[in-house]
């Protein structure tokens, strides 16, 4: 782990990092370049994210790679309807010594994707979001602290609702960012095909260690942030909450509920690390801008109007915005 002299320097390097962190993920991802970006964001400021898109569209690889370029243990849970909280989190079993024993479960890694998490019952999701949120977990009585770094990458397909189990809003707050993976450009999937039908495979080299993540995971947090930027990212939130003094009239019109201040504090955190990615000291109202979407997203609810009238969510941020 490298020393640095200044707070600059070191933001200096974080910039150097991602760029790397890019070079070595388009190796194997084309396109994406926003999702890659959101993942990455999130990962600094110590959130979890919620990637939303249709099958084959690289959720999957892409967690997988993430992994692999910032050098962190990885696991996956393929969540179905049958899958028990003692599945994810581990049991106490009886070993030869007739003591009992805590085998770890899946859980304990520093990436988790939770493949399709809304196929699998609230029970499990539960102990799932728990461990999210407290970063630790209990099994018979006992605290079992989760490694650090801690993340964990969700995928959900907006698609076949039968048989499924959506997360409700308040577990979905948990989620720093909601990400929509979009399908590929007629160029890139070009690219795509041409890749991976050739059999030629990319090898992916570590860019960034467990130990230089919770570094720069603590830089971000000092980074100094002007009382305007807070004010607009406290406001914009504010607009979202319909019926209350500083709703928009959008909001009143289209929004059944609104942001809660979690959304606030991710818009903050979300700015910072854009601003270091971008090479800012500091995060301005554009950088605010910048992760608002995938932030509020999956935390404003529309009404019926909406619907009628053709307001998706992302009308109605662009146009808070």
Not at 72 to 79: E, M, P
Not at 113 to 125: F, G, V
């Amino acid at each position: 782990m490298t020393t640095f002299t200044s707070d600059a320097e070191a933001l200096d390097a974080l910039k150097e990092k991602y760029n790397a962190l890019k070079f070595e993920i388009q190796k194997v991802m084309v396109g994406q370049d926003e999702a890659v970006r959101d993942v990455i964001i999130s990962i600094l400021g110590n959130g979890h994210c919620l990637l939303v898109g249709v099958p084959g569209l690289a959720k999957t690889l892409l967690v997988n790679t993430l992994s692999q370029v910032l050098g962190l243990s990885f696991n996956r849970i393929q969540f179905t309807p049958d899958l028990m909280p003692s599945d994810i989190i581990g049991s106490e079993i009886l070993d030869e010594s007739r003591q009992f024993k805590f085998i770890k479960g899946p859980l304990f890694s520093n990436i988790i994707l939770a493949d399709e998490i809304n196929r699998t019952p609230p029970k499990t999701q539960s102990a799932l979001l728990e461990a999210m949120q407290e970063r630790r977990v209990t099994a018979g009585g006992v605290t079992h602290v989760l490694p650090s770094p801690f993340f964990v990458l969700a995928t959900q397909n907006p698609i076949e609702q039968e048989g499924t189990y959506p997360l409700p809003e308040a577990q979905l707050d948990r989620f720093m960012f909601n990400i929509w993976v979009d399908y590929p450009t007629l160029a890139e999937e070009l690219v795509i095909v041409k890749q991976t039908t050739s059999g030629v495979s990319q090898t992916l080299s570590p860019v960034i260690s467990s130990e230089e993540i919770q570094f720069y995971q603590q830089l971000i947090r000092k980074m100094p942030v002007p009382d305007n930027v807070i004010e607009y990212a406290v406001r914009l939130v504010a607009k979202t909450r319909p019926n209350r003094e500083n709703a928009d009239p959008l909001a009143n019109q289209y929004l059944s509920w609104g942001a809660g201040p979690r959304a606030s504090q991710f818009l903050i955190v979300g700015a910072k690390v854009n601003a270091a990615l971008n090479g800012k000291y500091s995060p301005d109202i554009e950088d605010v801008k910048a992760v608002a979407l995938p932030i509020l997203r999956h935390r404003i609810v529309r009404n019926y109007k909406a619907e009628a009238d053709g307001y998706s969510v992302e009308k109605i941020v662009a146009q808070l915005l």
